[in-house]
């Protein structure tokens, strides 16, 4: 259970604004231990609310000021799932088109004190709430976060953040605009004051989501991707297909198309994109949340244009009679986790090329691809022809 989850099992019952106050809410609870170190004490929880978002759990998104848009950090007061309310929403569920609405409560961030008297620190705190203003948003433009907490000089904790995780949260989130069926109408407005945008100690404007690309270019990449990148005349369209099945698909032409045997082809594609590990990374994280918790894909670390496509890992993971296709990202025995992950389709690839004197029956003991899933997908490719006509095995 994530420490956020915590607070709100312990504050279930409670239903006036003031018990959304993470600030407040955490003194004297005693299911967090403190860690200390030169800079204060840190809190933290010994669990992990897993792949689930939690009403009272911090999360990441944006609002559009003056036409901009800028990170905005808040606490969830309520959860809608088809309109229907609830105390919880799973991650991926989250990235549903018209599923979810957050309502949350804003936060304010301020520069947090400089650890010597005149020194720039890039680390910002939470102080509080913004009083007043809260905000419904689209489960897409949401993400769950999971702050450290530390004391504070008054001997409160806070919410604490690099200024580059706020940074990279403003461009993942940006990003999800630009990858997702959201757009900027869908992201709520809010009139400029001295608490927002969160503004450093010059009094600038920070955490501002540039597009990285002009809207154009933005449009182009949102219909790329409703399309399979190997089909033609005509494309196939993915706009209908779930993670599981675009993974099939694209895992089909990895093993029977010709082209994949010419040098212009990447030697290990991607199963999400078809694009090569130099351009597309895919990294794994791991909830923690008991040994039943299984892989997803960490969107803040993968560079694969297709990160936020969802999928269940375990089922994606096992090959059925409907569903034969056991191709999903594995963390490399060799790399460990910090590297990027290698999809099974490619694992033997990897070992030969990456790891040559690795012994290859050791470390590819379950990872390889059966006979029977090879057949499967042969007939797969037989009855949806994704293989342009007048090509051979």
């Known amino acids: 259970m994530n420490k956020s989850r915590a607070l709100a099992a312990a504050f279930q019952f409670r239903t006036s604004p003031s018990s959304t106050d993470h600030l407040q809410r955490v003194q004297g609870v005693s299911r967090y231990h403190s860690n200390g170190d030169e800079d204060g004490t840190t809190l933290s929880s010994t669990d992990s609310a897993g792949s689930a978002l939690y009403v009272n759990h911090p999360i990441a998104t944006l609002l559009l000021c003056e036409g901009n848009l800028f990170l905005a950090i808040g606490d969830v007061i309520c959860l809608k799932v088809h309109s229907k309310h609830t105390d919880h929403v799973s991650i991926s569920l989250l990235n549903e088109p018209h599923a979810v609405q957050v309502t949350y409560q804003l936060l304010r961030l301020i520069p947090a004190p400089a650890d010597n008297a005149g020194s720039p620190n890039p680390r910002w705190q939470a102080s509080g709430l913004v009083s007043g203003l809260a905000r419904t948003v689209a489960g897409l433009l949401v993400l769950p976060i999971n702050p450290n907490l530390t004391g504070t000089p008054n001997g409160t904790p806070a919410f604490t953040f690099e200024g580059e995780q706020l940074l990279s949260l403003a461009m993942a989130l940006n990003e999800r605009i630009a990858l997702s069926h959201a757009s900027r109408s869908d992201v709520p407005k809010i009139a400029p004051d001295v ?26 990449l949102r219909h790329d991707l409703k399309f399979c990148p190997l089909c033609k005349h005509p494309p196939t369209s993915f706009d209908s297909y779930s993670g599981v099945q675009i993974i099939t698909h694209l895992s089909v032409y990895q093993l029977y198309d010709p082209r994949t045997s010419r040098h212009d082809f990447p030697e290990e594609p991607c199963g999400l994109c078809s694009g090569g590990p130099n351009n597309c990374k895919i990294f794994l994280v791991k909830p923690s949340h008991g040994s039943k918790g299984t892989f997803q894909v960490d969107p803040h670390r993968s560079t694969c244009p297709r990160r936020f496509q969802t999928f269940h890992y375990a089922s994606a993971a096992r090959s059925t009679e409907f569903s034969p296709c056991t191709n999903v990202p594995l963390i490399c025995k060799l790399c460990g986790p910090e590297k990027p992950a290698v ?26 691809v059966s006979d029977a899933e090879h057949e499967a997908m042969g007939l797969l490719r037989l009855d949806a022809s994704p293989v342009p006509h007048g090509a051979s095995p």
Do not use: I, K, V
Request: hydrophobic share 25%; aromatic share 18%; with cysteine.
């Open 195 to 220: 608490q927002y945008p969160y503004r450093n100690n010059l009094g600038h404007a920070c955490f501002l989501a540039e597009y990285t690309q002009d809207d154009d270019d933005s449009a182009s």
């Open 343 to 368: 999809w099974r389709y490619n694992y033997h690839h990897h070992l030969r090329t990456t790891h040559p004197l690795a012994h290859l029956e050791e470390f590819c003991a379950g990872f390889e």
